[in-house]
């Protein structure tokens, strides 16, 4: 392996630095709608007989589950994997 | 027994559902004990195979095995039960919390995984003594790993005793009454304790079974039977509003959070959320999977299981509008029976016992795995690091064995010693306790910023105020302390989860704590860690530093 190749594994794989911020912002909606209580703590409207309060949460359960899906895709395409390829190397000059 | 059962009818002895409930606990009891030849090993002495299952789990039987970290007693009893009892401050916030965690699974747990990959960490108290090298910090990560699983552990004994009681078995004195659950309890010592970790991952197949079936019989059927959606909620409410027996002043619990409310529902959520994943089992079974991306695929498809938590909650509710009265075998009132009395009163006797077999087997399979992981921690955090740093394998495995053995029995002595009336805080206790070592492992992911002597002292105090404040915790009946997780949060001036509050108090120790010591230039320990083992994947190569000592426990797939 040439020298020009050689990775430090001693810093942070770059990433797509907007890309993850997105991704952080999805992760965040569905923790914050949840933890902010005031905004959903009512009977109306209500489905189906469900007061809002019961269906607002059973809808975060796909609303979460879709924006943390969104999240991984975009995780993955912002910080592609760096294999440790030379890490061997570095191990034993330590 | 008859002579024992009091005086209400239906909670005398039925012969049928009790009938089926035995068969089918036997058969899994036959499959505990089978299951040490399951995928036989040359020898079971090492804690690789018995605490392990000697890593050859695949993806399916990971998958059940991560099940019998989600529904457990906590799902089927407690959280219904509090419902019933209480309300919805007291029991719904279960759903949040289990929306809440995925977003937090995503975000750290890949990185632990990265980390533990490359160092060959099998528990969070591995992790903090290669990040920070400080012995001492990870003995408290690992001694608080174990002191809050027991309370775990307990509720699920809880569920097996409430099961047994509405069955009919058992009688009004203190003995007769603990008794079936004693000879549930020494069962299953028993075969954890010969198989391992391979009783529950083979159990856990029954069990996930029988649990499926019962929820989604009982959702679709029992609220057509009692009225329709429409009733329940207004005998939900019309109940959480009547007057407390214990308190004239104040109504009974909550339909909706009043606005006195959103901090206590908010912080049990979120801290119950932050807590799950810190227990020593949880992680284990996460640090299972193969690779870094099946954490965070896998953290989009869970939420998918809060659904059900939130229809099983949504039980306690249906219980009220069926009138279910949960009376137990002494005669009083026992919130904690409303499920397995809600089956028993609105199902065919045999689909009864399906229903309290599945109760029973699925407070066995998480008992089982927790006291497992709380061995492990104990023999490879305490035992080989402190005690006997050239242990055997077969000694490692020994020890693992009879740790088993005593963490269950410990856990008996908190569901004979605390307040059962409700049972939820058996679980918020626990979560106050393994909480307070979120700093070291959580903030430990991204920066080594604190001190690990700071840590140390935001774990101690943190600790100190969690339990003290839990003790102080009056059960309004039944005048008993640890009656409940919520205390006024300081400077808020608002009823919250003890366990945030301490976290907070914890993490400003640590800060005020580094600030100090960097200005003392008190040296830390040394970190193993580099910034690329954070973002490893499968196929990167291993620091394998101590192939010599410990060979079995940092090779083989993580």
């Known amino acids: 392996m040439s020298t020009d190749n050689v990775v430090d594994h001693d810093t942070v794989p770059p990433a797509n630095k907007a890309l993850l911020a997105v991704a952080g912002v999805l992760l965040a909606i569905p923790m914050i709608a949840l933890l902010w209580v005031g905004s959903y703590a009512k009977k109306d409207p209500e489905l189906w007989g469900f007061p809002f309060f019961i269906w607002y949460q059973f809808m975060w359960v796909f609303l979460c589950s879709a924006m943390t899906f969104t999240a991984y895709k975009l995780v993955l395409k912002a910080r592609p994997h760096r294999p440790m390829t030379n890490v061997d190397s570095r191990e034993s000059g330590r | 027994m008859n002579a024992l059962a009091p005086t209400a009818a239906h909670t005398g002895v039925n012969g049928v559902a009790l009938t089926v409930l035995i068969v089918l606990f036997v058969l899994v009891t036959g499959m505990g004990f089978w299951a040490t030849r399951w995928r036989r090993a040359d020898s079971m002495e090492s804690l690789d195979e018995w605490g392990l299952g000697g890593r050859r789990f695949g993806t399916w039987v990971t998958w059940f095995l991560l099940g019998g970290d989600l529904y457990t007693a906590y799902t089927f009893v407690a959280v219904p039960a509090a419902m019933f009892a209480l309300g919805s401050v007291s029991g719904f916030f279960a759903v949040p919390y289990t929306i809440v965690l995925y977003p937090i699974i995503f975000i750290f747990m890949s990185r632990l995984w990265s980390v533990s990959h490359r160092h060959g960490y099998v528990t969070p108290a591995d992790f903090v003594k290669g990040r920070y090298g400080s012995r001492g910090l990870s003995l408290a990560v690992s001694i608080t790993g174990i002191l809050a699983t027991m309370p775990y552990i307990a ?266 009336q409700n049972a939820i805080n058996f679980q918020l206790l626990g979560g106050i306790w393994i909480l307070q070592t979120l700093p070291a492992i959580v903030v430990g992911l991204y920066t080594r910023w604190f001190h690990k002597w700071a840590l140390l002292a935001g774990w101690a105090v943190g600790m100190v105020y969690g339990t003290i404040a839990a003790y102080n915790v009056i059960n309004p009946t039944t005048k008993g302390h640890f009656g409940g997780s919520l205390a006024m949060i300081p400077m808020i001036g608002q009823m919250g989860y003890i366990a945030m509050t301490a976290l907070v108090i914890n993490l400003l120790i640590a800060t005020v704590a580094t600030v100090l010591l960097k200005a003392l230039k008190v040296a830390g320990g040394p970190d193993e860690t580099i910034k690329g083992d954070y973002f490893a994947d499968a196929g990167d190569p291993r620091v394998e530093k101590h192939l010599a000592m410990d060979a079995h426990l940092t090779t083989g797939a993580p």
């Open chain 2, 155 to 420: 509720l699920q004994l809880i569920g097996i005793q409430a099961v047994l009681e509405v069955a009919g078995v058992g009688g009004s004195n203190a003995l007769a009454k603990d008794l079936p659950l004693f000879i549930a309890f020494a069962l299953l010592a028993a075969y954890t304790y010969s198989s391992g970790l391979r009783a529950p991952a083979v159990i856990a197949f029954v069990k996930d079974t029988l649990i499926y079936l019962v929820i989604i019989v009982a959702v679709i059927y029992l609220p057509t039977k009692v009225g329709g959606w429409d009733h329940i909620f207004s005998a939900a409410q019309h109940k959480m509003a009547k007057p407390s027996v214990a308190n004239p002043a104040k109504p009974t619990g909550a339909f909706i959070p009043s606005n006195q409310q959103y901090w206590a529902y908010a912080t049990l959520a979120f801290g119950s959320a932050l807590a799950l994943f810190m227990y020593p089992h949880s992680i284990t079974a996460t640090l299972s999977s193969s690779s870094r991306n099946t954490i965070r695929r896998n953290a989009s498809i869970l939420p998918a299981y809060s659904f059900v938590l939130g229809l099983l909650a949504l039980l306690g509710w249906v219980a009220i509008a069926a009138g279910t009265k949960p009376i137990g075998l002494d005669g009083k009132p026992n919130a904690q029976l409303v499920i397995p009395q809600l089956f028993e009163d609105k199902f065919p006797s045999w689909f009864a016992g399906v229903a309290f077999a599945a109760v029973a087997i699925g407070a066995l399979v998480p008992a089982a795995i927790m006291s497992i992981a709380a061995a492990n921690t104990f023999t490879r955090n305490i035992y080989r690091d402190w005690i006997k740093p050239d242990a055997t394998h077969a000694q490692e495995a020994k020890v693992g064995k009879l740790v088993s053995l005593l963490v269950k029995a410990f856990a008996l002595v908190f569901v004979l010693a605390l307040d059962k």
